[in-house]
């Protein structure tokens, strides 16, 4: 359909689990990019039906020819990444590194933080970049106008309130991610503020000199994908206009949409955005906003904001081949 | 099986709902109790297979022998049950009102209010019980022993994040409840602490001498039962031990579980229960305890707690009849 | 991201429905396509966000502007669809009607079957095309290769079991589709081979020459969106080759997938394409093929091949915009 | 509740999976009946929170005290079973086994197979009893009355589509039963009439002298409990009153239910009942009965079939403790 351009070759690696087959179907839909080679160790030799991408055939990393690749995602578990995302480098491709090995709160070392929105301009002259993790994409891309502007009050402690489908675990065979678990359930987990991806936002608050305290609980949904953030944010003051700071913060963004009411699920599922809704609480007396956001955890907390960063690393437009 | 007991008759008005038929089927279960008649004006003349009840036969409200009952179950529609409450209680028998025209907060005009473990000495006595809403019976139960106990730091606010399954809003036929509507979607609703159901939670805050302020969110789930409450509660001190108000307040309740970790919903689908857990939160500076609950909406949330009350009406062991 | 291209208007009428925010939405995603009304009377003068289309605004039919459609689809219901793809076509617009109105079967006079692989060039010069129901795609394009090449036994009975998702009821409040009527549920509807799709499909049956009696149960699953249809096929003599009747049939179909096992919903969902495998029943005397076939409902089912259908209608690539 | 009355203590091997925590569930609600022991070699040591039975701590099958149980279910994985049952039977105690190692069309030497309506009084002075899988009781059962009454067409294909949930499979980490592949799938598998629960079928049909073949195709539902079978059955001649097999057969029997139309799965789970219906087809040719029958896999599908077997072994009433 796009026959007669050219295309640029891609590599994904740990392309057999949720974020790198979703990785392979948005590379087969988009205009420039083309799949290179796709890893998967234990599914070595096979190839496996993915929607959208058709028939993809898994070789073994260490067969990946890197310095094939214009650039290279990095799907690979937590841990296992970074080593890849350096050997990709070292062989001359652009590297997308979706795990958290590199993002900041670790020991990344100043490798730029891919929350686009934030960090456009690094992120166009990376050579390699972090992609953030699913929750903190929410959470901070939600807040961040409030965190900016300086709206929250002085060392408040912000209840972030978060619920996500199951494909945001991966595709472990773990007994309480079985459909006989999942159904008809709803549970937090990671209570009493330990989540991972807390060291992320914690990091990311700091560098944008907040004092806020955040204080994160995830809930396993009934779905397969989607995130809705609930959170409840002491004010300073009062704001006349709840959207105001978002609207003054995201103006020309393609890949944030601010609603009308509360944001669902099925607004944002297999979409690249964000949706944002804020709201004053009546009935309290400490002025207090409550914001919701709601993003589809695989792509535009995963996939999709992975492939909105190498569009700009590789300097085509930001916005090609991402479903909105 | 329980062929030889006397046993009381019990009428049930609305009993096409969900909750109504809840009401049947433990009604038919129930080794003291039988069903004498079930009203259902749309349906009335046809029978319906109910689970556990068998076929159920409706016949209109007018039609309903309401002096023949023992007591009788309204589970009539907001604003169309009182003037049946008034009528059942006129014809001689016991009521428990499902509905929320007579608790507190509204102009019951001092009708005891059915939380039972908060009020079982007035319930015991009542002609009429006004039995609590879904949401205030998680929230309140949970929070009970935090504000008996003043635990809470004064004036504070208590985020109380809530998500209901479909089932609370009962079996009408309204688009966005539809299967294809709530699949794979969740929401917020009733945004900006304007629920309905506040009334009942800041009328009860006000009884026991509160001065918290709630700030109350639900959402809905894609399921069919249950409630799950995430509370975010400042608190005067900390807790050394976090389960510890739980604990001396309901040592021997038979329908309150604390549990070793937060709560799920399938732990109390189809039980007469309610199951807490708490835990401070880490990484925060005011000290902060998170509390969750979850009952099953259609029991200790409606059905299963009208017959708790119920059973204490009619000098019956409390727990007779009641799954758990 | 295809501006420069010319783009045809289209219309949709009846667009409100999950068929007509189908099309909105492919349309929106199509490069030589734009949307130029969408009606939907109980809605006109509203916007709604409909996913991957943006916020569509309705308007009511009487207003629409026809004759300024290049095509236009009629996604009204049974019955009151016939008129207006009438008044379309009298303003001199192409249509493709999705009611069943116009199929064969009923009293259409005539009007091509948009069954595309079947039907192409006819529906090529068409101004009016009929599109098939969701039911009859599935069941007649999974069958078509047997009865084409007079491999079932003279007179046997064709067993389809089918299952689909809730869409395919549409999007009307009725109470035996909301969620919590469907969720864990599964259950047979039109049983005693009485469907209305039946006549349909026994009226393609009779033009093929075949002389098979089809004996077709449906079944509600517990899913938005897609069809399995389950095929038990008495043979005249038994297949070596059980794939080999659709390699023959569909070898240049860009929009028919031959699978190595059994299909599953998750592999069309979304896309335009129907899936089929067959196989050979062991352990049985009578030689018997089992034959799978999916698709989704609302894309290959309805509003995909109605798109398959106007792009040659329009001249252009019969598969451009379709995903796949 | 049930306090003074003497209880017989029963033993339950393998009860960490779904059909072993069903009957830790069926025993604890039964009048007669109080948990000895229950076996999980894995989790050993560990306690479990059981709806309905409380928290249940796991043994060793080791350390199982057999000769103390009056009667021992063993929920052991097939092919483990076997040795489990022998040494329970040797200690004295009575044994269902819910594997189908000891079932007919196994080598299980004149064990009597546990389809309650069809073998009362041999399970009523076994020791040992084979119970049934859960599609073979669905199936069975739905079809015994057209087997035993000679109304099927000698020779004849009868096609069975039965649909499962998820828990038929068990609870076993494999990826293909996670919550994100199941939800808003559906699958058939074990096609070409090649399923392990075929064997038990074709010898209970051959016991029976029938000598039709039967086409068995499971498909995996997107539901936890539930199984509907779907069964095209070739008449030797026209039934005027489709339902009249089945009301000569189960006249008295308690938990079979004939429903006024198709069973849906939701008015049989966590029921120990079948529910059937029968309808000729019509516009066919050849006289043709649909018979519909669901059952939950869980309860009369095995552990409530287990449980009614066992009361018939220990003498007590059939009926004792099964929820209907």
């Not at 992120?123 to 300086?150: D, F, H, K, S, W």
Request: charged residues 20%; hydrophobic residues 45%.
């Amino acid at each position: 359909m796009h026959s007669s351009v050219h295309k640029l070759p891609i590599g994904v690696l740990g392309a057999s689990g949720y974020a790198g087959r979703e990785l392979c179907s948005l590379i087969a839909a988009h205009p420039r990019l083309e799949l290179a080679f796709a890893t998967a160790n234990a599914q070595a030799g096979k190839s496996i039906h993915v929607p959208f991408a058709g028939d993809v055939r898994f070789i073994e990393s260490e067969q990946a020819p890197l310095g094939d690749a214009a650039l290279v995602f990095s799907a690979l578990p937590h841990g296992a990444s970074k080593i890849w995302v350096e050997r990709a480098a070292a062989a001359g491709a652009k590297v997308v590194d979706l795990s958290n090995d590199l993002r900041i709160g670790s020991d990344g070392g100043g490798i730029p933080y891919g929350l686009t929105e934030l960090r456009r301009d690094q992120v166009r002259t990376a050579r390699i970049v972090a992609n953030p993790g699913c929750y903190p994409t929410t959470t901070m891309l939600g807040l961040l106008p409030l965190l900016e502007q300086g709206l929250v009050r002085g060392g408040a402690t912000i209840a972030v309130n978060a619920a996500s489908g199951v494909t945001g675990a991966g595709l472990t065979p773990r007994v309480d991610l079985l459909f006989g678990e999942v159904t008809e359930n709803f549970r937090a987990y990671g209570v009493g503020n330990t989540h991972r991806h807390l060291n992320e936002m914690r990091a990311l608050c700091a560098e944008l000199g907040s004092d806020v305290d955040l204080l994160f609980t995830p809930h396993l949904l009934p779905v397969a994908r989607g995130i809705l953030a609930t959170m409840t944010v002491p004010l300073a003051e009062p704001l006349a206009d709840a959207m105001a700071p978002w609207r003054r913060r995201y103006g020309g963004e393609r890949f944030v949409e601010l609603s009308a009411g509360p944001p669902e699920l099925r607004d944002v599922v297999r979409r690249n955005v964000i949706r944002i809704y804020a709201t004053m609480a009546a009935h309290v007396r400490a002025p207090t906003l409550l914001v919701f956001a709601a993003t589809d955890n695989l792509v535009k907390g995963a996939a999709g904001q992975a492939l909105q960063n190498a569009n700009l690393m590789l300097g085509l437009d930001e916005a090609l081949g991402l479903p909105c």
